[in-house]
């Protein structure tokens, strides 16, 4: 089974600087999803940015990029830039690309709680 | 363009009282359906998943079940409430060629 890690519980960054969230995960696979979830007060998730592991290169979303190391699996985060917007909790999560029941659920991380300094 | 919707948005409920939330999918056909919970510090943690009407799959053993009686229907349930099913609960939706879930609102959960 999956497993991804998150070993930031909280994090802060002052406003207009770029901050970095860390993830690691587990798996056998060698073709899967990873993915950066924004869950903000309202509760309501928010896709931020995927990564296709047979992709090498990283992909980025405005301000928001990520270092993906497939060997050292390893699927970081980084802010540019920080809005106070950005403020939320965010997950990464994995998903298998091969399904034997066709469903894809996600695996999650237990998050890590940004703040923004104004 | 495709949304989903769950209510109610909050519950509060006593132990041992039954529970029915619902989802529901408008936009689309045939979707993968999931429930995830999460609990208070945690993330999100997959209880069932279905592929199509009256299908269902269950990760978790516990007191909750799903049913999915219409294609974009998915509903969870309880007989007897217990005080660790509070928590915020999140349904999703995806399509298999898709590999992107969406997510609902959610429903806060509290059992007193």
């Known amino acids: 089974a999956q497993t991804v890690t998150q070993s930031q519980p909280e994090m802060s960054v002052q406003e207009a600087e770029t901050v970095t969230l860390s993830c690691t995960y587990d798996?056998?696979?060698?073709?899967?999803?990873l993915f950066w979830y924004k869950q903000p007060p309202s509760r309501q998730m928010i896709l931020v940015i995927r990564?296709?592991?047979?992709?090498?290169q990283n992909a980025t979303e405005n301000r928001f990029s990520v270092n993906f190391q497939k060997a050292a699996k390893s699927f970081s985060l980084k802010i540019s830039d920080s809005q106070l917007g950005d403020a939320a909790m965010y997950f990464c999560?994995?998903?298998?690309?091969?399904?034997?029941?066709?469903?894809?659920?996600?695996?999650f991380g237990k998050g890590t709680k940004l703040s923004v300094i104004p | 363009s495709q949304t989903i919707h769950q209510w109610p948005a909050t519950l509060v409920q006593p132990v041992g009282s039954p529970l029915s939330l619902e989802c529901t999918v408008e936009?689309?056909?045939?979707?993968?359906l999931y429930w995830y919970r999460q609990a208070a510090g945690r993330g999100l943690q997959l209880l069932f998943y279905?592929?199509?009407?009256?299908?269902i799959s269950s990760e978790v053993p516990q007191n909750l079940s799903a049913s999915r009686p219409q294609d974009r229907q998915f509903i969870l349930s309880s007989k007897k409430l217990l005080l660790s099913d509070s928590g915020f609960y999140l349904c999703?939706?995806?399509?298999?060629?898709?590999?992107?879930?969406?997510f609902g609102p959610g429903t806060r959960l509290t059992v007193l």
């Open positions: 999703a939706w995806d399509r298999p060629s898709s590999n992107e879930q969406f």
């Open positions: 798996t056998s696979e060698s073709d899967y999803y």
């Open positions: 990564q296709e592991a047979y992709k090498q």
């Open positions: 999560a994995y998903r298998s690309v091969y399904s034997g029941a066709g469903s894809y659920q996600l695996t």
């Open positions: 936009g689309t056909s045939n979707p993968n």
């Open positions: 279905s592929v199509g009407i009256g299908q």
